[in-house]
């Protein structure tokens, strides 16, 4: 493979991930603003019921009978509201549960793609460029010389010799 095609296989990797988060934030911003939109209506519909019960209740405070009555049907509409909300919330939650699986996998793969393309081209660039072997054993002596420790070609000759 030339280094120009690792080289555009690694960026089209990075920028496949780029665009797995991208559909992922759309995604999970489409289903917050779903649910907020839901709440709202909600909301607006539970004050406009409670302002209707208040009018009810009001227009004769004495007639007990219908002051209850009236309240037993909001409270059931009330409830019936909050149930119908706990099950688009719980669909939603579900769903984006689902999403964010294949969002990851998505990521997951265009990295290990750029992983791949990224090694073979540090590969590909070790093998044609002569200072990338002087370079690694400088780097070699380098880090033995700050751990204290013997360098990796030393440590070999001195396994061999015993």
Same mark, same amino acid.
């Given at each position: @493979? !030339?280094?120009?095609?690792?080289?555009?296989?690694?960026?089209?990797?990075?920028? #496949?991930?780029?665009?797995?988060?991208?559909?992922?934030?759309?995604?999970?911003?489409? &289903? /917050?603003?779903?649910? !907020? &939109?839901?709440?709202?209506?909600?909301?607006?519909?539970?004050?406009?019921? $409670?302002?209707?019960?208040?009018?009810? =209740?009001?227009?004769?405070?004495?007639? @007990?009978?219908?002051?209850?009555?009236a309240i037993m +049907? !909001?409270? =059931?509409?009330?409830?019936?509201?909050?149930?119908?909300? $706990?099950? $688009? #919330?719980?669909?939603?939650? =579900?769903?984006?549960? /689902?999403?964010?699986?294949?969002?990851?996998?998505?990521?997951? !793969?265009?990295?290990?793609?750029?992983?791949?393309?990224?090694?073979?081209?540090? &590969? +590909? %660039?070790?093998?044609?460029?002569? %200072?990338?072997?002087?370079?690694?054993? /400088? @780097?070699?002596?380098?880090?033995?010389?700050?751990?204290?420790?013997?360098?990796?070609?030393?440590?070999?000759?001195?396994?061999?010799? =015993?």
């Amino acid at each position: @493979m !030339s280094n120009n095609s690792q080289t555009e296989q690694y960026f089209e990797a990075l920028l #496949a991930s780029y665009d797995a988060l991208a559909r992922a934030i759309e995604q999970a911003n489409e &289903r /917050g603003l779903g649910l !907020s &939109r839901q709440l709202l209506a909600e909301v607006t519909a539970a004050q406009r019921q $409670t302002l209707d019960l208040a009018k009810r =209740v009001a227009a004769d405070p004495a007639d @007990m009978g219908a002051a209850y009555s009236a309240i037993m +049907e !909001s409270a =059931v509409a009330a409830q019936s509201q909050a149930l119908d909300f $706990t099950q $688009t #919330a719980y669909k939603e939650a =579900v769903a984006a549960s /689902g999403e964010a699986r294949e969002a990851l996998d998505s990521l997951l !793969s265009a990295s290990r793609t750029a992983a791949e393309a990224a090694l073979d081209l540090s &590969r +590909e %660039w070790q093998a044609s460029n002569p %200072w990338a072997d002087l370079f690694q054993k /400088g @780097m070699e002596s380098f880090t033995a010389a700050a751990t204290g420790a013997p360098a990796a070609k030393n440590t070999k000759r001195a396994k061999a010799k =015993v």
